[in-house]
C-alpha cells in the first residue's frame, strides 16, 4: 500500500518540479535579419556572454534561449560578414522576451598575402641554364652552350 501511494504521488511531484521550473525561469526568442534586406539570416551565433547558454538562429532566422535565471545578462549575436551586436538585458521571473536583431554588413580586411614559389626544377619549365647542366653534360663550344637554354634548338651545319 505504501509503494502504491508512492507511486501515485511521483507523477505529481515531477509534473509540480516542471511547471516550479518554468515559472522561474526565463525565454527569449527573437529574429536575426539582414538590416538592408530584411532577409532571415541561418546560422547567426547568438550567446550569453559570460554563461554557457547560446543558440544558432534557424532558417527562417528564429531562435530561442530558454532555461535562464532571472537576472543582468548581455546578449552577444554574430554572423560572418556582419557586424556583432551586444544587448544588455534584465530579466525577471518567469517573463518571455522577444529581440530582433538586424545586422549590419561588415568588410573583412585580410593582410597582404604574398605568394612565392622556387625556382622550377625541370629545365623544360626553367628559364636560365642550372649549374647541375654545366657539370653533367661536356661543353666544348659556343654551341654546346646554347643547346644547354631551355627550349632553344640548334640543328648543325643549318647555317
Known sequence: MKTFRILCLAPVI????VHLNAQTSVLVTGTITDAVTGKPLHGAAI???GTDFGASSRHDGRFELSGMKEG????VVSFIGYNTVEKRILTAEGQSLV???AL??????FNNITVEAEKAYSSASS????QLDMILKPTRSAQDLLQLAPGLIIAQHAG
Do not use: G, W
Request: hydrophobic content about 55%; charged content about 25%; cysteine-free.
Open 72 to 75: 543582468s545578462y548581455t546578449i
Open 127 to 130: 628559364r636560365a641554364v642550372r
Open 99 to 101: 529581440l530582433d536583431f
Open 47 to 49: 550567446s550569453l556572454k
Open 104 to 109: 549590419k554588413t561588415a568588410v573583412i580586411k
Open 14 to 17: 515531477f509534473f509540480a518540479l
